[in-house]
């Protein structure tokens, strides 16, 4: 394609080469429609799409929410009532989701598969395009009155309740009110989530008339990715899309003022209040940028903000984070406290969590004062090249979260793209970056002004102090009720009814045959093989053991130096955890904490350590025997990147790291261990499936044993036992450990390009020498019950353990319960083990669903076979009958040999399973796999072997498979975690052991 070529009325506006992502970025608009266009095109196999809408809010009945969730179940094409979920079963999805932003909608998809990206597309286009939008749905999925068996009325629906947790959620209260304070007047004073009270106030009407209004193609943009070529995409948006219109629609004006409302700088808020709360407050300053000022240069604004918060306020050793946490004011910065730039106004939140409410205008003060004093003083040299390098690796370091790179691209494109800028104005952020490098260079006061600028001089800003209260939570109740009863006078009770009924029975109807099978559907011929053997080289260097992988990295090299821990004794291996924490956060011999800390960030892109250990499949226990040094070993791994060009730089700290951590500043290790206590007690409620799974597993093997002690609830135990044995006391055993640790032995592990793997290999032999780094060392003799022994729990003993049908209960706080047990399943390298592997993702998503979440309540629900530790694990997620589900699981696992297997569902299984085998991995992940595979015994030719296997499975497979589990004797730990109310006597006697924890 040429610019100025017109492709099915589609004009190519402009074509350019976006550096930092190895594409060509083709812009175009479809002259007629307005439809618009922009293609990152390259090499990459995994294609994403994405529809973008502006929906500008012009009040808080959140239509834009409402109508995200509605467009999603059911259009012209495909008239189910969940085609969402549907596809999301049967598809080989790499990213499937939409998103409802401030003043934007947007509907992504991403595949590794051509046809199946098609699909999705196709999906997806009919559903924004030409929704059904069905009375029925909206009943469903924006508020609705419901009356439960005593006939008590009350408001329902599927955003009306989403949106109602999030206003009982202290922190989003807090982020809104800084939000309003600095909006009002403005687009962004309306919550486009949807207010809970204002809501219902939305109507199916008003709701079809927003999807007429801005789902037009005139208000469309249309992000692509990959390698698809362009012109199938318009052929595919141009049959599906624009010739299926019967009008294109305007483009939404995006404007952000509504009318002119004078700034409030102080205000005083409150927010949803906790039973037991010490009420403390959140006091954030926030800081607005114009639009008028914004649209100047949207690219360079943006970066700009984004900058001056990772200097400022980015890191611990940060100068307003640092002043913040040593006055003393509050618990933690703010976690409001960042910029959001994806809005025409900018806003910037800064301040702190945790402040009473009176020392709250100290904390305004404290901001204030330092930032002055950077100005006054200039921003020192490590502090700005802490923040540089920051900005430096997140630019070159391609990562996955939960989904694609790609995701990162079609944000930063949207980003100036929505409000009329080019496709790639926001996209070209490392040229951004050079240009702000240069000023900073060129005139040395141009970082302070900046801050004089956004913060000190800007006359927009507000200070929000919100503070946590029972009347709030209570006064919230009483206008809840009152909507309530408005909503029932606006009707009648049969009219209410009625309405209810017609839901119920549009959600109940059994989906005709020829509907249900009308999501197209990736056909298990279709599916390749994919062949994800990864090259790992390995050699020696001086007696230690080097391993390299070479990957595409952009740049950066990821080192991994492996430090076997099981050359301890097992009474160390408790402190393990928390050693690790401490190596790199304690200083060294004259070097104090966080001096050492800001010279790992002005260097490197991180450094970390950490313990590792997996057990090995039972094919490769000969190997293990065969190679004793390296495969089947616990680890402690330090782990580092930085760029390439920093990497003499960076061994010479890892260097200094080794040989100088000595554990001299108990005050910080005390420091430390508090903070890691807290961390971890905060994560058992929201982690809790994973604790239970951790501690169901712990006596099943020695590694069951250790990630258990490592990461389980007994490591939660070992912190408060150290807490209470002193800084002093975990110091010595802290020097003893390391010198121990060093004595062992170690081996490397590169994955960087072909230059940074050369670059490091010339410097490896004297890092190594001045690291006085040694070859491995045997492991040591120890017996698998002295680490069984270790995860032993104190509590109250119950049923004994033959008549025990829980063998734990674990008291957490809360409201609900999480459920794990496990069952024996066939080992790794074995056909059956693909067959377990479908058989348990059947049964998640068929039979296990439908009891443990329709019938049970629970809110999730998982079984999954782990052929590698040989067990397959069931649990369940926020789960109101904890106890119920697990004899629900056991009754369930009796009969299974007889249940029915329904073919379709089948190969939507193994296509759900290739799926979860072959999800794309990023360079630093494909490395950190090489490594893992050699050091536990893994092939890539078993894993090709295991893929032929699942590509073959048929329903007579999985009833074998249903057989073996029918018959597998009940072995694995039964464990449940749940809250004080769901336990009874009845229970009590059932239980083995109740376990207090010591929160
Ligand atoms: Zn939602």
Redesign the pocket.
């Known amino acids: 394609m040429k610019k100025g070529e017109v492709y099915k009325g589609f004009e190519v506006i402009d074509i350019k080469k976006i550096p930092g992502c190895a594409s060509k970025g083709v812009y175009l608009i479809h002259k007629e429609s307005g439809l618009e266009v922009f293609h990152l095109v390259n090499k990459d196999p995994e294609n994403l799409f994405a529809f973008a809408f502006n929906t500008p809010s012009k009040d808080s009945t959140g239509a834009a ?1 409402v109508l ?2 509605s467009v999603l179940c059911g259009s012209k094409k495909y008239p189910l009532k969940d085609p969402f979920l549907q596809l999301a079963n049967q598809s080989i999805n790499t990213y499937l989701n939409a998103y ?1 932003a401030s003043d934007r909608t947007v509907f992504p998809a991403s595949s590794p598969e051509k046809s199946d990206y098609f699909n999705l597309m196709s999906v997806y286009a009919d559903a924004v395009f030409f929704p059904l939008l069905k009375e029925e749905i909206f009943s469903q999925e924006c508020c609705r009155v419901e009356y439960d068996e005593k006939n008590t009325p009350s408001l329902q629906g ?2 009306y309740n ?1 949106m109602k947790g999030v206003y009982s959620s202290f922190d989003s209260v807090v982020s809104s009110e800084d939000e309003s304070s600095l909006s009002r007047g403005t687009i962004y004073e309306y919550d486009s ?1 949807g207010n809970p009270f204002v809501i219902p106030t939305l109507t199916h009407k008003a709701l079809k008339a927003f999807h007429k209004k801005y789902y037009c193609t005139s208000n469309c943009r249309v992000f692509l990715y990959g390698n698809i070529p362009t012109e199938e995409q318009l052929d595919f948006l141009y049959e599906n899309v624009i010739a299926r219109c019967r009008s294109y629609g305007k483009p939404a004006v995006m404007k952000s003022v509504i009318r002119k409302t004078p700034a409030e700088h102080f205000v005083e808020a409150y927010g949803p209040c906790e039973e037991n709360s010490d009420k403390k407050s959140v006091s954030n300053i926030n800081w607005k940028i114009s639009e008028e000022d914004f649209r100047k240069d949207i690219s360079r604004i943006s970066l700009e903000v984004m900058f001056l918060s990772d200097l400022l306020w980015g890191d611990d050793c940060a100068p307003v984070t640092k002043a913040l946490l040593e006055s003393g004011l509050g618990d933690d910065i703010s976690h409001q406290s960042g910029v959001d730039v994806n809005r025409l106004e900018p806003v910037i939140t800064l301040g702190m969590c945790g402040v009473q409410k009176e020392k709250a205008p100290e904390v305004r003060k404290l901001i204030l004062k330092v930032l002055e004093d950077v100005c006054r003083n200039g921003i020192s040299k490590g502090d700005y090249e802490r923040a540089v390098m920051g900005f430096e690796v997140a630019n070159r370091e391609v990562l996955r979260f939960n989904g694609p790179y790609s995701l990162v691209l079609m944000r930063r494109s949207l980003r100036g793209w929505c409000y009329g800028e080019k496709p790639w104005t926001t996209l070209m952020f490392a040229d951004e970056f050079d240009r702000l490098k240069k000023r900073a260079a060129a005139d040395k006061n141009y970082i302070t002004s900046l801050i004089k600028k956004y913060f000190l001089d800007n006359p927009d800003w507000s200070f929000v102090v919100t503070t946590p209260s029972l009347e709030w939570n209570s006064n919230r109740d009483s206008i809840e009720k009152k909507l309530l009863k408005e909503r029932i006078a606006q009707s009648t009770v049969p009219e209410l009814k009625a309405e209810l009924k017609k839901m119920y029975d549009f959600q109940n109807a059994p989906v005709p045959e020829k509907a249900r099978n009308c999501i197209p559907h990736l056909k298990v011929s279709s599916l390749k093989k994919i062949d994800d053997r990864i090259d790992t080289k390995h050699t020696l260097v001086d007696g230690i053991p080097l391993f390299t992988n070479e990957e595409n990295t952009n740049g950066i090299t990821y080192a991994d130096i492996w430090f076997p821990a099981d050359v301890l004794k097992s009474s160390y291996y408790p402190y393990l955890p928390l050693f690790c924490e401490c190596i790199v956060q304690c200083g060294w011999k004259d070097v104090d904490w966080n001096d050492a800390l800001l010279k790992i960030q002005r260097t490197m892109g991180s450094l970390s350590f950490t313990t590792k250990a997996s057990a090995v499949p039972e094919c490769s226990s000969q190997l293990a025997r065969e190679e004793p040094l390296t495969v089947g070993r616990e680890w402690l791994c330090m782990r580092f990147k930085f760029l390439s060009e920093y990497a003499a730089q960076s061994f010479e700290i890892v260097k200094d790291c080794i040989c100088r951590t000595d554990f001299s500043d108990t005050e910080r290790i005390k420091t430390i261990i508090n903070a890691v206590y807290a961390n971890a007690a905060s994560s058992i409620v929201s982690g809790a499936h994973v604790y239970a799974a951790m501690r169901s597993s712990c006596t099943d093997s020695r590694n069951g044993a250790v990630n258990e002690i490592w990461q389980g609830i007994t490591q939660v135990f070992t912190l408060k036992k150290i807490m209470k044995e002193g800084e002093a006391g975990v110091a010595k055993k802290f020097r003893k450990i390391f010198s121990a640790i060093k004595k062992g032995g170690c081996l490397i592990h590169i994955t960087s390009d072909s230059d940074g793997l050369e670059s490091v290999k010339k410097l490896l032999p004297s890092f190594i020498k001045r690291s006085a780094l040694v070859p491995l060392k045997k492991k040591r003799n120890i017996k698998d019950g002295k680490f069984y022994k270790l995860t032993e729990l104190p509590g109250k003993n119950c049923a004994g353990s033959e008549t025990a049908l829980y063998d734990e209960v674990v008291i957490i706080p809360g409201t609900v319960g999480y459920a794990s047990t496990n069952i024996k399943c066939s080992p790794y390298d074995t056909k059956e083990a693909m067959e377990d592997c479908v058989l348990t993702h059947y049964l998640e998503t068929t039979d296990l669903w439908k009891k443990i979440r329709t019938e049970g309540g629970a809110y999730g629900v998982f079984f999954s076979a782990n052929s590698i530790s040989g067990y397959s694990k069931f649990g369940t997620y926020r789960d109101p009958k904890p106890f119920l589900s697990i004899d629900t699981f056991r009754k369930y696992l009796e009969e299974i040999g007889s249940k029915e297997i329904d073919a379709v569902d089948v190969e939507k299984s193994i296509t759900g399973t290739y799926s979860a085998e072959i999800e794309p991995k990023s360079p630093a992940t494909r490395g950190m796999t090489g490594i893992f595979r050699e050091l536990y015994g893994f092939s890539g030719e078993q894993k090709l072997r295991r893929l032929e296997w699942l590509l073959k499975i048929t329903p007579e497979d999985l009833r074998n498979a249903a057989l073996r589990f029918e018959a597998a004797p009940r072995k694995g730990k039964t464990v449940v975690f749940t809250s004080k109310t769901l336990l009874s006597d009845k229970i009590e006697k059932k239980s083995g052991k109740i376990i207090t924890l010591p929160l």
């Open positions: 929410h995200e969730h409802t599927v955003v989403e989530g």
